[in-house]
């Protein structure tokens, strides 16, 4: 039987688009199996791709593979990663504009993995010089680092990114890379003091402790062994099958130096790291009056060694809270728990703080020396959407940021695009999708969304708490469709509601928030004497991370969820500005298994990303439109009644260049402004004659 079947039947379709007009979920679901089980993971929709994460290496990312799909036309070859970074970066070179690469799907599907193949294609495909080669090696070096800071173990993937990520590269005018920017978005901070079960802090901790030379670790007053540190232990699995900390490290090291990292930089960031082991294993004992006592701590020592603090000032720090009276500057001592909180409030600011520095750091490396003009290719590689079987703020600021990039995908394919046809008069049957933006509104709407209601709560300290926050919210949109408590749930609801819990229907299914905690995580306080100490710090990284003129101000900084909501405004906006391209990623099974194919998982990532309505809309739309203007200028000199000088309008000068060229009526449409083309091949046929 398996002779006769076809190659079709066998690897299924590349192109979605292909497929029979009238496509159901069950067949598109089909295809993507079919080739899943090929190891072909990539599929089309038009100019989307689809990945499906195979969870083991494929051979099929090599130096050979790169050279196939350099400079080729993007449907000539079997879809790939390389075929869309190939035809960005080409794209970006005939127009000279700037283009985005957004890579979305939930924990473990695949996003990272995906950006770091593209870059490594523009690694290898761009031109290269000497100066180029040390820009690209800066380049891919900056991953492995900031994967070290800001990537952990979680349940949902053991190289889970904690921080969002957008990289620009920036490409001189013969398309070598001169050098590149990366904005990072809000680190999961509170990882460092605290893990769930089977999840690990930052994978920094361990490489040290587990690779660090063995001067190093005397030097930093380290111990080889994970279990000892009270910061490393909390999710009992210091050790995962699937990293090597002792090689990570290793790479780390060279990637630091390769990064410009002086001698004094290294030694002053793992100072840091050392440090916050040690801030975690600090105890305190409770005096006579129930107050927080230090005595000759070892821990507080090294502190006071690596971080360049002296003893007392650190001791006085962690053990009390400046209180400003009329005249003079009172000390309250902390009560035993309060000191605890305060030593973790100072470890994550620790952490938060540096990761910043980092990242500032590897900007300064990859800034572009070279002063001409530019063009750039951005890649988007942010924190999938994630469940729980608890989940708190992080996992709320997490599901929004995807909700958020859902809504601009939606409203750059599917709405825009309609919108446009209706526009430019091209005759249209509308597809009808899920918006979202009725939850974006919900948890953001000025006044009376999830983060204003939140913010509110923060202001009244002393009189709100967690619970205040729910019955808010209960109070001021208990009726919103896509929000439910355990007060405003029916029966059966209820029951799988605890009363501090609310559930969201985000647009990628439901999650059920813990309110505890929330109001303390958006606060982020940390005790202003904290600052202070740290302020007298001989460490030149926290010296710069503290710094003397930050303002003590009597006003409240802006809280957590606000300033990530602007910093998602000022993404859209740098997004907004660039011509968009998906990779949409796929997790095949929830068990990291190679090799399964979860339909109902699948499924529901096939429903919500919308992949049904996107293919609806490019099967009937057109995959490539310009301005007759922009048009006519490139192709003009394929027509001598358009060469070189063409005196009527721009769009009498298309007409007459497309009947030359021999386009067929159903394959393009003239708009009011625009032409469109349905199929790239047909444009792809066009840019070939050009060439010749
Ligand atoms: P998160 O949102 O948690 O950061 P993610 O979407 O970035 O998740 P990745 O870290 O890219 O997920 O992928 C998870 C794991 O899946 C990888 O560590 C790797 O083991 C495997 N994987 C993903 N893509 C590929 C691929 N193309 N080839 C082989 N393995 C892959
Ligand atoms: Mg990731």
């Not at 020396?369 to 994630?386: A, H, M, N, Q």
């Not at 209820?494 to 439901?510: C, M, N, P, S, V």
Request: with cysteine.
């Amino acid at each position: 039987m398996e002779a006769s079947l076809t190659a079709r039947d066998r690897v299924g379709i590349q192109d979605f688009v292909l497929l029979d007009p009238h496509t159901s979920e069950s067949a598109f679901l089909d295809n993507l199996r079919k080739r899943f089980h090929e190891n072909l993971i990539y599929t089309y929709i038009g100019t989307l791709l689809v990945s499906v994460n195979p969870y083991k290496e494929l051979d099929i990312y090599s130096k050979k593979q790169m050279d196939t799909y350099m400079g080729v036309n993007f449907f000539e070859l079997p879809p790939h990663i390389y075929a869309l970074a190939d035809n960005v970066f080409r794209t970006m070179q005939s127009e000279f504009n700037n283009h985005f690469i957004l890579i979305s799907g939930e924990s473990g599907a695949g996003k990272t993995e995906a950006s770091k193949k593209i870059l490594q294609f523009y690694a290898v495909s761009c031109p290269s010089t000497k100066l180029l080669n040390n820009v690209r090696d800066r380049l891919l070096l900056s991953n492995p680092v900031l994967e070290a800071f800001g990537n952990a173990k979680t349940l949902k993937n053991d190289n889970s990114s904690r921080f969002g990520k957008y990289m620009d590269i920036q490409f001189n005018h013969q398309g070598g890379a001169v050098g590149g920017h990366i904005l990072s978005y809000l680190l999961e901070k509170s990882r460092v003091v605290h893990q769930n079960h089977g999840e690990r802090n930052f994978h920094i901790f361990y490489q040290l402790v587990e690779g660090g030379e063995e001067d190093l670790l005397r030097w930093l007053g380290l111990e080889r062994n994970c279990k000892n540190y009270r910061y490393l232990v909390q999710g009992d699995c210091a050790k995962v099958s699937s990293i090597n900390d002792k090689s990570d490290w290793k790479t780390v090291r060279k990637a630091l130096s390769v990064i410009e990292f002086s001698e004094r930089d290294t030694e002053h960031l793992f100072g840091i790291i050392a440090s916050v082991l040690h801030l975690g294993n600090i105890k305190f004992d409770a005096d006579a009056r129930g107050y927080a006592t230090l005595n000759n701590n070892q821990e507080m020592h090294w502190v006071s060694k690596l971080l360049g603090i002296p003893n007392q000032v650190l001791q006085q720090g962690l053990t009390h809270r400046k209180i400003e009276a009329k005249t003079e500057e009172v000390f309250s001592p902390f009560s035993v728990d309060h000191a605890v909180y305060a030593r973790d409030a100072l470890a994550k600011a620790i952490y938060g703080r540096t990761f910043n520095w980092l990242v500032n750091k590897i900007n300064e490396s990859l800034a572009n020396k070279d002063s001409s003009r530019k063009t750039v290719i951005g890649l988007l590689d942010i924190y999938g959407f994630e469940v729980f079987s608890v989940n708190s703020f992080e996992q709320f600021c997490i599901n929004y940021c995807n909700e958020k990039l859902q809504q601009l995908f939606i409203e750059l394919t599917l709405k825009s695009e309609q919108e446009e046809y209706e526009m430019e008069g091209i005759e249209w049957e509308p597809v009808p999708y899920f918006n979202n933006k009725i939850i974006c509104d919900l948890v953001e709407e000025k006044f009376r969304g999830i983060i204003s209601l939140l913010d509110e709560e923060c202001l009244r300290p002393g009189e709100a708490t967690d619970i205040t926050f729910l019955e808010k919210m209960e109070d001021k949109i208990g009726g919103h469709p896509h929000f439910v408590t355990h007060k405003l749930a029916d029966q059966k609801t209820r029951k799988t509601l605890d009363r501090g819990d609310f559930r969201l229907l985000h647009y990628a299914g439901e999650v059920t928030y813990c309110v505890v905690g929330f109001l303390d995580k958006n606060n982020d306080l940390l005790y202003r004497n904290g600052k202070e100490v740290m302020r007298q710090s001989k460490n030149a990284i926290i010296k710069h991370c503290f710094p003397s003129t930050e303002p003590d101000s009597k006003r409240r900084p802006e809280t957590v969820v606000t300033q990530f909501k602007s910093s998602l405004v000022g993404l859209t906006e740098i997004l907004m500005s660039k011509e968009p391209w998906y990779v949409r990623c796929i997790k095949p099974n929830e068990a990291k298994q190679p090799g399964h194919f979860n339909d109902v998982l699948v499924r529901h990532q096939v429903k919500y990303l919308g992949l049904m309505e996107h293919l609806r809309v490019r099967r009937a739309g057109f995959a490539y439109r310009r301005k007759y203007e922009i048009f006519l200028q490139r192709y003009k000199p394929l027509c001598p009644e358009t060469w070189p000088n063409w005196k009527g309008t721009a769009a009498e000068g298309v007409q007459l260049l497309i009947k030359h060229l021999g386009y067929k009526p159903d394959e393009y449409k003239m708009g009011r402004t625009k032409i469109f083309i349905r199929h790239p091949r047909t444009l792809f046929a066009t840019e070939d004659a050009f060439q010749v």
